[in-house]
């Protein structure tokens, strides 16, 4: 049983994305090209009412500035300039590039969106603060060498997800459907009434967004009859239900 769940209306509420650069040694050549193009993207992809902070990393990190900065034509430009200024800056110190974004974060909505070959780890301090304040982490895993595992569990350890993109394919549809996933609410609470007791069940052990893909395995002991009825809610949202119908066996 595959879902598609279906956009719900943006509520408008102000949001802070705080953006954040892997400039290690592991990084040059294709890889920091993508990445500084991903930001640059998602910067083009901020709405007016939205905040947003900059930091790029390497042995040491640095922040664009010390305060998020409201997303503007003035601010864009500016920090276009410090991105595209940004050159290789050594080993890799996520820990203090995660300590200057969660110096950013105030009393609203953040997210991190983090764009690594994953050449990165997560101590379980600073992953507790993050939980603890709600903040969920997006993951771009760039370049042909991508370790993929690190990246998918930084998102899913957090409630965000990730997006894989290698030298010759498109960023930007990354990053579009990343920021589509910031503006609306995760899927949670998914009941299923299958036609008989399933024998198993497999789920995936991750978010889901709407306009995302979300596939549930079961075996029946018998071929089904009758519709298959699922339920399910959207953070601040009401239960939506639908009916699907199961083909018949001939």
């Given amino acids: 049983l595959t879902l598609l769940p279906p956009p719900v209306e943006h509520d408008g509420q102000n949001r802070d994305v705080i953006l954040i650069l892997d400039c290690s040694g592991s990084m040059q050549g294709d890889s920091i090209r993508l990445a500084k193009e991903g930001i640059l993207l998602a910067l083009g992809s901020m709405q007016p009412n939205e905040r947003f902070g900059l930091v790029a990393f390497g042995s040491n990190a640095i922040c664009f500035d010390k305060e998020l900065q409201p997303a503007n034509r003035k601010n864009f430009d500016t920090a276009r300039r410090w991105v595209n200024f940004l050159e290789g800056m050594g080993g890799t110190n996520l820990f203090g590039a995660m300590d200057c974004a969660l110096k950013l974060v105030e009393d609203q909505t953040t997210d991190i969106l983090l764009l690594t070959d994953g050449e ?3 101590d379980d301090d600073t992953k507790n603060v993050v939980l603890k304040k709600g903040i969920r982490i997006f993951t771009v895993g760039i370049g042909s060498a991508v370790a993929q595992d690190v990246v998918q569990q930084l998102a899913d350890g957090t409630g965000g997800a990730c997006e894989l993109v290698s030298p010759t394919e498109d960023m930007s549809a990354r990053i579009y459907r990343h920021f589509n996933r910031m503006r609306q609410p995760q899927m949670r609470n998914l009941s299923i009434d299958w036609p008989s007791k399933p024998l198993w069940e497999s789920r995936p052990d991750r978010a889901c967004f709407a306009g995302d893909a979300y596939t549930v395995f ?33």
Wanted: negative net charge; hydrophobic residues 55%; without cysteine.
């Fill in 120 to 122: 990165v780890w997560l």
């Fill in 218 to 250: 079961a075996e029946l002991a018998e071929a089904p009859v009758g519709d298959v009825s699922v339920s399910f809610v959207f953070e601040g949202q009401a239960v939506k239900q639908l009916t699907i119908l199961m083909p018949n066996e001939t």
